[in-house]
């Protein structure tokens, strides 16, 4: 099946410092990606769904300013937390829907725990 | 918007016996119903879906099932074993201009007792 790859998949970062994750589709094209925040036992959260070459559009309740996303091409999207602090500190996953597949499958990068001290 | 709800939050049987999990959804808008198996700390891996012009499909040890009418979609799991266990989310979507916005359920953690 279609591979998306995150990076990083773990981070450790002083409170204030900034953070970028990158979701990569490597086999396919990806038009819209999503980006998912994941507490511990809870469910994925949508933050944002992110659309190749337009502003990303963000979930209620959520930063924009805070959660900058961009993406820029059909296979990168990136997510950076900007300011972090502990509140920060969750699993973050994105998802990617094949550009040119009408299945409505979606497949997910590996996540990345980021951990703000 | 969407709103998914997911029972039951936990679940153990004995491996070999069957497990249910059921979902809801609000929007009789929404036509697709994946379902997610998520170990820990992974991602969250596809293991069958379900479209609104069918009322149920089968994968060898798992299926699916909608009921349209009610806005429900379950998922069945027969002759469980150890490595079924996992959380399991349900989602929902509409395939609105290509694009699949999923609404997860709060997920399921299935426990298979050996």
């Known amino acids: 099946g279609a591979v998306v790859s995150q990076h990083p998949s773990r981070v450790i970062c002083k409170s204030g410092t900034s953070v970028k994750i990158e979701c990569r589709s490597l086999?396919?094209?990806?038009?819209?990606m999503f980006w998912y925040r994941q507490f511990p036992k809870q469910s994925l959260m949508l933050m944002a769904t992110s659309n190749e070459g337009s502003k990303a559009t963000y979930e209620q309740g959520v930063e924009k300013d805070k959660f900058l996303i961009n993406h820029a091409s059909l296979t990168l999207s990136t997510l950076t937390v900007t300011s972090a602090h502990p509140e920060d500190s969750s699993f973050y996953i994105c998802?990617?829907?094949?550009?040119?597949?009408?299945?409505?499958?979606?497949?997910f990068g590996e996540g990345s725990r980021l951990t703000v001290l | 918007g969407e709103n998914v709800e997911q029972h039951p939050s936990t679940l153990s049987v004995q491996e070999g016996d069957s497990a249910v999990i059921k979902c809801t959804y609000s929007?009789?808008?929404?036509?697709?119903f994946p379902w997610y198996k998520q170990e820990l700390g992974k991602r969250p891996q596809l293991i069958i879906d379900i479209r609104s012009n069918v009322g149920e499909k089968k994968d060898q040890r798992i299926a699916v099932t909608l009921n349209k009418t009610a806005k429900h979609f379950s998922l069945h799991i027969t002759e469980t074993q150890p490595e079924d266990s996992a959380v399991y989310f349900c989602?929902?979507?509409?395939?609105?201009?290509?694009?699949?916005?999923?609404?997860f359920g709060k997920g399921t953690k299935l426990s298979v007792i050996p």
């Open positions: 998802s990617a829907q094949n550009a040119w597949g009408d299945t409505g499958e979606l497949f």
């Open positions: 086999d396919f094209q990806a038009t819209t």
């Open positions: 989602a929902a979507s509409y395939s609105g201009a290509g694009s699949y916005q999923l609404t």
């Open positions: 929007d009789s808008a929404s036509n697709y």
